[in-house]
């Protein structure tokens, strides 16, 4: 109907943003608060009146949010609507770090898959580890991993003299298992399940199975971060010139010149 659309070609209305992705107005609104998007100009009535341009930015920051998610898609908008575009890079370089180490530790665990399903013992003379050094070996405060042994998925044992926990190579090995799949969004039931039935020697399939899915997951992460990437770079493209760039310092200049 002609009453639903902008009387201004080149203005959007709240509404007309949202219903494009299947928002509400309010979210919309909430964005521009949250700085998610840049500043809307107020008509004298105060409704916001926003632009191409905005549309541009609310299409980056939905798309960045399936391949970063939104605390780092926050941060992405912000940086860039402040026009501090290295800050926003920077931001994306870790979520593809965090991405290719993600990659590694999947490529190492499909490796050892026929060691994790066999019954042959680790090579005598590794040493065992404390919690603390397991902890940070996988970024994970010490307890979560004191959870994680109370929902079966780990089993370390306890040194005799000192009574403190120390994780064998194995115990290691189905840490760095159990953290990869907890990464992708399986409960610690089904970690535990997976984990007790390749102790068991109970087959493959149930290890098999959850990389695959994870795999997949990988994968669709790094296309999604493409497609937010080319996204972001439209919205970048689309911001005036001199705002993009504008860095904080030479804002600091202008206002005291």
Avoid at 29 to 41: F, H, K, S
Avoid at 128 to 149: C, D, N
Avoid at 158 to 185: F, I, K, N, Q, W
Wanted: hydrophobic share 40%; glycine share 8%.
């Amino acid at each position: 109907m002609a009453a639903t659309k902008p009387s201004n070609p080149g203005v959007r209305r709240p509404v007309d943003l949202a219903r494009a992705h299947g928002l509400s107005a309010q979210a919309v609104r909430n964005y521009e608060r949250d700085g998610v998007l840049p500043p809307a100009q107020r008509t004298p009535n105060g409704y916001r009146r926003f632009t191409e341009v905005h549309v541009k930015a609310l299409s980056a920051y939905l798309a960045l949010i399936a391949g970063h998610g939104y605390a780092a898609s926050g941060e992405i908008m912000r940086a860039v609507n402040r026009g501090e575009i290295d800050a926003a890079l920077r931001t994306i370089d870790q979520g593809h770090v965090l991405l290719q180490r993600d990659r590694e530790t999947l490529d190492a665990v499909e490796t050892a898959v026929s060691t994790l399903t066999g019954t042959r013992p680790q090579p005598p003379g590794r040493t065992a580890v404390p919690v603390s050094v397991l902890a940070h070996r996988l970024g994970l405060r010490p307890a979560t991993l004191r959870k994680w042994e109370r929902a079966g998925v780990l089993r370390p044992v306890r040194d005799p003299v000192t009574r403190h926990r120390v994780y064998s190579p194995d115990d290691v090995r189905d840490a760095e298992l159990a953290h990869l799949l907890r990464r992708g969004g399986y409960r610690l039931d089904h970690i535990a399940g997976v984990l007790r039935r390749v102790r068991d020697a109970g087959g493959a399939e149930p290890l098999a199975a959850s990389l695959r899915q994870w795999r997949q997951r990988l994968t669709e992460r790094g296309r999604a971060m493409l497609t937010g990437a080319a996204r972001l770079a439209e919205y970048i493209d689309a911001c005036p010139q001199p705002e993009r760039a504008l860095t904080n310092e030479a804002k600091t200049t202008t206002l005291s010149a």
